[in-house]
């Protein structure tokens, strides 16, 4: 099993839908999680940090649930700039390791 | 954007060559990461440093050594490339000194091609 597992997809929405990307992680000694947006042949850039129960940046809301390991992603009124890869990130004290989802794919249509 | 570079940015070499791949900050971050990507498996961490000469192994380091002898500079050598090591390398940074900064920067990464 994978350490931080999420659904590939793609994900095919219509502009300004609601879409959300869910992980799960293995390892309950994660301190912090992340999202991470990556565009195609371009390096993963910090889209939200997720400290606690989560955190709101505009229309992107990240959740975090410690009891079951998950976290979430959900973007409100996507727009066509918004696709891209989706990465979820669990971050390990030691050695400050991040370990990476495979990634969600999302395409947003006109 | 943070200040990272990578070179090359792209290279093509042939199986048993010796490869290096430099990774140059101008953040004065002291964390610095090397990983790659391939279809199927994400980011996988090669080897990271937390110091100037302080290095250590990560999740796929076989294959793989790394030196820091500045701040700066963090180089990633193939000793022998295999044709299994084409992949895309990123190099990151991170400053767990700052606060909040468990978050790690990218540069831009380098695509490796061993025919």
């Not at chain 1, 940090?49 to 649930?65: H, I, K, P, W």
């Amino acid at each position: 099993r994978k350490e931080v597992e999420q659904d590939p997809g793609p994900f095919n929405v219509p502009e300004g839908a609601t879409v959300a990307f869910n992980c799960t992680y293995s390892n309950s000694a994660s301190q912090s999680f992340f999202w991470y947006r990556q565009d195609c042949r371009k390096e993963p850039k910090l889209l939200m940090s997720v400290y606690s129960s989560g955190n709101e940046d505009g229309r992107f809301t990240a959740q975090l649930n410690r009891a079951s390991q998950y976290i979430s992603l959900l973007i409100r009124d996507s727009k066509l700039s918004d696709s891209a890869t989706y990465l979820c990130v669990a971050f390990y004290n030691q050695g400050g390791k991040l370990i990476f989802g495979q990634g969600t794919e999302l395409s947003v249509k006109p | 954007d943070a200040g990272i570079t990578q070179s090359p940015r792209h290279k093509v070499t042939e199986t048993g060559t010796p490869v290096t791949l430099r990774c140059h900050q101008t953040e004065n971050h002291r964390y610095m990461y090397w990983y790659r990507q391939d279809p199927g498996h994400g980011l996988r961490l090669i080897h990271y440093s937390y110091g100037v000469k302080d290095t250590d192994k990560g999740e796929v380091s076989d294959g793989y050594s790394v030196s820091r002898s500045k701040t700066e500079d963090f180089l990633l050598t193939l000793e022998s490339a295999t044709s299994s090591q084409t992949s895309v390398y990123f190099c990151a940074i991170s400053d767990p000194t700052s606060g909040g900064a468990d978050e790690q920067f990218f540069g831009p990464g380098t695509r490796l091609t061993v025919l």
